[in-house]
């Protein structure tokens, strides 16, 4: 279940993916699967070489990507979500949602 974000954030995430860049999209998150995590972002871009090659930078497995939807992305949550923000540069994501 996904919820903290805004409309206008959901569809500002998916217009940067539809054009190919690479995007960050973080919400609260409840799944059972994973107890402990509050949170996923989502990094998407619909060039998935791209976003393959951005993901093997953190050593993540190119057929680890969601192509659900329309939006190719990976989820990134727990520790891993919290280093790639940081290396990422989005301090703006890791403090809303508590992650420093």
Not at 4 to 17: M, S, T, Y
Not at 51 to 72: C, F, V
Request: charged letters at 35%.
């Amino acid at each position: 279940m996904a919820f903290g974000i805004k409309r206008d954030e959901l569809i500002a995430w998916k217009k940067a993916v539809r054009n190919g860049e690479i995007a960050f999209l973080t919400h609260y998150w409840i799944d059972e699967r994973f107890p402990g995590c509050k949170t996923v972002t989502k990094a998407g871009c619909s060039d998935i070489e791209k976003l393959s090659q951005w993901g093997k930078r953190y050593g993540l497995k190119r057929e680890w990507i969601d192509m659900r939807d329309d939006y190719p992305h990976f989820d990134l949550f727990g520790e891993h979500e919290r280093k790639i923000l940081v290396k990422e540069g989005l301090s703006a994501q890791l403090k809303r949602f508590g992650l420093l």
